[in-house]
């Protein structure tokens, strides 16, 4: 039996002879039902005219995409570690020629996952790996789609995984939004992976923090500062959000500052 993908949204749900009635990930507020209505594909059906290009974003980190894109569009990315690779947040599409290529880098020790925006195929990908362990906060276990015993769920403020990696949950997004802080990264001065946690704007001197991106409804002050707060124990002069995006130098600095103007402008105005 087939294990259907949302076209939409690139969430895969559990094995079924029919496509699901419907796909609660869109159907949320923050993300949308298709203008044609709900659409359903397979990893089978997309096999045929896409592959997995993997491009070196800087030294031991990668950024996987989809091309032609699938789903929203979002990339993951993977981190090299002398303990082991950690792929970082997920795609709706893996095939055979980016298994090959992932294990010409070492393979993948661990997948962690920032939020159910990302949650795509990852059970694929983690049985294409020696059934790696997939860590997702406890607060977005709600939102699986497709429960799996390969999924570890955590809890708390963070989860250091291995030396120089760990997972810090931030809220704001979703309930368990979390992002993966590589110590090592940025020549030794720290990056945040941050997917859609802290998204970094056209201006990349900014960042920002949303409820729903493609629905445009912001987050309370409250959940702002929370998130600023999360990071805050964590050196890191880079961030790179999921969709090709970077803050380059001086990153925790615009955090802060990008922090301080949201929370002015959703309170007092700008
Ligand atoms: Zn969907
Ligand atoms: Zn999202």
Redesign the pocket.
């Known amino acids: 039996m087939p294990n259907f993908i949302?076209v939409?949204?690139g969430?895969q749900y559990p094995e079924s002879e029919q496509p699901p009635a419907r796909?609660p990930?869109?159907e949320d507020e923050r993300?949308y039902v298709g203008p044609n209505g709900q659409q359903w594909t397979t990893l089978e059906a997309l096999l045929p005219d896409h592959r997995l290009v993997i491009e070196p974003v800087e030294p031991r980190l990668y950024r996987l995409k989809p091309e032609p894109k699938v789903g929203i569009g979002q990339y993951a990315h993977l981190v090299q570690t002398p303990e082991g690779n950690i792929l970082w947040d997920c795609v709706p599409f893996i095939d055979a020629a980016a298994v090959d290529a992932i294990n010409e880098l070492g393979g993948i020790r661990a997948i962690a996952i920032s939020h159910p925006h990302f949650h795509t195929v990852m059970v694929e990908w983690s049985r294409a790996f020696n059934n790696a362990p997939i860590y997702i906060h406890e607060g977005n276990r709600r939102d699986v789609a497709r429960p799996d015993a390969a999924i570890h769920y955590w809890e708390g403020d963070s989860l250091p995984l291995w030396d120089g990696i760990s997972l810090v949950h931030c809220g704001g997004h979703f309930l368990g939004s979390a992002v993966l802080h590589w110590r090592d990264g940025a020549e030794g001065r720290g990056v945040l992976l941050t997917s859609d946690t802290i998204d970094v704007v056209a201006d990349t001197r900014y960042v920002t923090f949303m409820y729903s991106y493609p629905n445009a409804i912001p987050l309370p002050p409250a959940k702002v500062r929370a998130i600023v707060d999360a990071v805050e124990p964590f050196p890191y002069d880079r961030i790179y959000e999921s969709f090709g995006l970077m803050v380059d130098g001086d990153a925790k600095a615009k955090v802060n500052v990008s922090a301080e103007r949201y929370i002015r402008a959703i309170t007092e105005g700008l």
């Open positions: 949302c939409t949204c969430t796909c990930i869109c993300q």
